[in-house]
């Protein structure tokens, strides 16, 4: 079945939802880039503001947390508060859980020996490209063309398919003016949220599952969530078709979200 639009969580529906959402155990999963802080045009300008710092905070002393992103490990840790946190970076295929260092997927070998080289062709591909940017990451490398014009951006998704049969180790995936060439091993954002879901099991019980996002990337943790007792939650404006069952606009609508989940989970806890 085809995905369909989600519904725009507004202040009739919000009432239920919270209520669903105010006991029992619970993994709250959010992406970074266009979740929890707001799409720039340079990826290394992106930052929280200071109410999500705060809610990230209040929300690991409630309920176990993660921030699931394409960014590494490392730059990661830069631009969130981790202590407390899970961070699942580069896709899933680091995952950090506080105080056991870190998981990384195996079947990497053959893909980082190949990064390098592939990095240097992106560069010199796209070097007579305004605007067009690579960005290197441990196991990945991504190329945006936020801040091209219409012809750029076509010259750099040209690139982007040339080098892709080029580079067998890798898998193309792509985004919102970007596409990054990622290891091909069976590793995404849903396999992820299945790998956080095992780790907080206790006794057999698995938590449900709150998953909020906005990229192409995210309908990997969107389909991999059970309908009948996760929550998946699409950003974006105006909606579009999505595994996710609901949809808010933006990350201030985000903020304002996880303020009044906050709130529950404090009352239900008392």
């Known amino acids: 079945m085809p995905p369909s639009t989600p519904r725009s ?45 705060g809610h990230l905070s209040d929300l690991v002393e409630l309920v176990l947390t993660a921030v699931v992103s394409g960014r590494d490990l490392e730059d990661l840790r830069l631009r969130v508060p981790a202590s407390g946190l899970i961070l699942v970076g580069s896709h899933g295929v680091e995952i950090a859980y506080p105080g056991d260092g870190v998981e990384r997927a195996p079947g990497l070998a053959e893909s980082d020996a ?25 196991h990945s490398v991504a190329v945006h063309w936020r801040l091209a014009g219409p012809v750029e951006a076509v010259s750099a998704e040209r690139v982007v398919d040339s080098l892709a049969g080029e580079f067998p180790a890798f898998v193309v ?53 059970d309908p009948d007792r996760d929550t998946g939650i699409l950003v974006a404006a105006p909606p579009r078709p999505s595994a996710a069952g609901w949809c808010l606009p933006d990350t201030r609508a985000v903020s304002g979200f996880l303020e009044r989940l906050i709130e529950v989970r404090r009352t239900s806890a008392r």
Do not use: N, Q, W
Not at 19 to 43: C, E, K, Q, W
């Open 173 to 225: 995936g792509r985004g919102k003016m970007v596409a990054e060439f990622r290891p091909a091993i069976d590793r995404d954002k849903g396999s992820a949220i299945g790998l956080l879901r095992g780790h907080a099991t206790v006794d057999g019980v698995p938590p449900a599952v709150l998953y909020l996002g906005d990229d192409v990337t995210d309908e990997d943790a969107f389909r991999a969530l």
């Open 114 to 138: 190949a990064l390098g080289p592939l990095i240097r062709r992106l560069r010199h591909a796209t070097a007579e490209l305004p605007g067009v940017l690579v960005e290197p990451k441990r």
């Open 9 to 53: 969580l507004d202040a009739a529906s919000l009432p239920a939802l919270l209520s669903r959402l105010a006991h029992g155990p619970l993994l709250v999963a959010l992406d970074f880039d266009g979740t929890l802080a707001p799409i720039v045009d340079r990826p290394d300008g992106a930052r929280l503001e200071d109410p999500m710092h």
